[in-house]
């Protein structure tokens, strides 16, 4: 013990060994702790997409009346709701039934409530009120929003019955940009009411109302709708001749007779064409473009903007180009936001392939196709006088198709054929789950309507509408659309002259002029 007291302990020389493996003890827990705050992070972040995500998705698929709804301005909640005139039918109905349990005193009370009963317009009242509507020309709204320019744009909308969409469709175009400069032509085949109610309810810009005066409607039995002695559709032309039905020489080329309710489409369209270009008073000399939308159609709040855009850059990115295109009829669109990675997408027609446009602002140029570039789309006076000029082309071809007809004109008669500009970010939606071609379960689906909704309002938030500039982009190779025979349902010698009575050089006044047609009086 007493050595071991002794001793004298020499410090050893200090060679760090202990303080690097301190340095290297403090750096792993450091490394450590960032890798958990990292993982933590990461862990959070993927949760928070995940809901966000979900929360997107619920919201999309959310298509309830009221969610609809809550994605549209206050103020404009009175295009979406029914004030259907046969409200104070059954109103007077309940009236009745109180009255009539009630006791004779308080019937003597009851008896003095006056309720209005609507009574929905014969026949004779309707072609009436349709012959003076296209007599009046009346431009409402004219004394808010002064006369049209001719640098403003003329909206055409063709109208059948389908209410629901409609209203939606005048709810998009009330919250797009610029939409009090233009005027919008309302172009009915079916004189309804509670659709003149809410068309004259419009108070953000110009409006008028015309007519297509043949319609099936006015002439339920009688062409141009269906006479009792017309032949059946897929009746033998053999038998026909032997029954000496109207129209047993003219079949189509597919040897099927004319259907009425396919036929009243294609008169339509090019009645509204040539009576917006040839014969209103406000627009016979307008020399801007005119836009063809159609009632189950949805537009973006920056169409108008756009459009302008196009129109401005024809000059260089497209000069033969003389049909300017908002929409297009790919199965899915992806949008896929700049900022919020989020995407949505909206079903739109129904072919197999699908669209990712993440951008806006691009444009493509390309030969008009009627399958493709029949929605929402532009031209001006030139171009329609080259198509009018065709009118026997449009006419004549056999099919009950406007956009084949149209295709088929610009092939087979104009010097310049159509060619468009698209915009790869569509402006203009279909929203119409039934129509002449598709008849599905709901017809009133609210489904695609909510997802349009969605779309154009993450678009909105990601800032990609109302672009500063347009970009030309190269198409995928384009197929030589190739000449092919129409789809048929127009062999008969009546539609050709009809259709053909319309491109008269006399403006067309109905109710005025009468048009004999192989015996039938207009």
């Not at 599905?440 to 990601?462: D, M």
Request: aromatic fraction near 10%; include cysteine.
């Amino acid at each position: 013990m007493s050595k071991i007291r002794g001793r004298i302990l020499v410090p050893l020389p200090n060679t760090g060994a202990m303080g690097r493996k301190r340095n290297n003890f403090y750096m792993r827990s450091i490394f450590v702790f960032a890798l958990c705050i990292f993982g933590l992070l990461q862990y959070h972040n993927f949760n928070y997409l995940d809901s966000r995500d979900t929360v997107l998705s619920d919201a999309v698929t959310n298509d309830s009346e009221d969610a609809i709804l809550a994605m549209v301005p206050a103020p404009l909640h009175k295009y979406l709701t029914p004030h259907t005139r046969n409200h104070t039918a059954a109103a007077t109905a309940v009236g009745a039934m109180f009255l009539n349990s009630t006791s004779a005193g308080a019937m003597a009370t009851a008896t003095t409530l006056n309720f209005d009963v609507y009574h929905p317009p014969n026949m004779t009242e309707i072609k009436r009120q349709i012959i003076r509507y296209n007599e009046m020309q009346l431009v409402l709204n004219e004394d808010i929003f002064g006369p049209l320019q001719n640098d403003s744009v003329i909206i055409v909308i063709q109208v059948h019955t389908r209410i629901t969409y409609l209203r939606h469709l005048i709810v998009s175009l009330a919250q797009a940009r610029d939409i009090s400069k233009v005027l919008l032509v309302f172009s009915h085949d079916y004189y309804d009411d509670d659709i003149n109610d809410l068309v004259q309810q419009i108070d953000f810009c110009k409006v008028l109302q015309i007519f297509y005066p043949y319609s099936i409607q006015t002439h339920p039995h009688e062409y141009p709708g269906l006479d009792p002695n017309d032949c059946p559709r897929n009746m033998k032309k053999d038998q026909a001749l032997i029954t000496n039905c109207n129209n047993a020489l003219y079949p189509d080329l597919y040897g099927h007779y004319r259907e009425a309710k396919f036929t009243q489409t294609k008169h339509h369209w090019w009645w509204k064409a040539n009576r917006v270009f040839n014969e209103l008073e406000v627009t016979r000399f307008h020399t801007g473009l005119v836009l063809f939308l159609e009632e189950d159609h949805y537009v973006a709040e920056d169409f108008l903007y756009i459009l302008a855009m196009m129109q401005q850059r024809t000059k260089d990115l497209c000069p033969q180009c003389n049909v300017l295109s908002l929409g297009t009829y790919l199965k899915t669109f992806n949008y896929y936001t700049y900022h919020s990675k989020l995407h949505a997408r909206v079903k739109v027609k129904k072919i197999d392939r699908e669209g990712i446009l993440n951008d806006y602002s691009k444009v493509e140029v390309m030969p008009w196709i009627s399958s493709k570039h029949n929605m929402g789309f532009a031209f001006n006076r030139t171009t329609w006088m080259g198509i009018r000029k065709c009118a026997r082309h449009f006419c004549t071809y056999d099919d009950y198709n406007w956009d084949w007809s149209l295709q088929h004109v610009s092939q087979q008669c104009l010097k310049r054929k159509l060619h468009a500009m698209i915009v790869k970010g569509p402006r203009v939606f279909h929203i119409g789950e039934c129509g002449v071609h598709h008849k599905n379960k709901n017809c009133e689906s609210n489904q695609v309507i909510s997802k349009v909704q969605h779309v154009l309002r993450i678009a909105r938030n990601s800032h990609q509408l109302f672009p500063r500039s347009l970009t030309l982009t190269v198409p995928s190779l384009v197929k030589k659309s190739k000449l092919r025979k129409g789809n048929g349902g127009w062999g008969d010698l009546r539609d050709h002259e009809l259709c053909l009575n319309m491109t008269l050089a006399t403006r067309f006044r109905p109710g005025l002029r009468s048009t004999k047609l192989q015996g039938h009086v207009f």
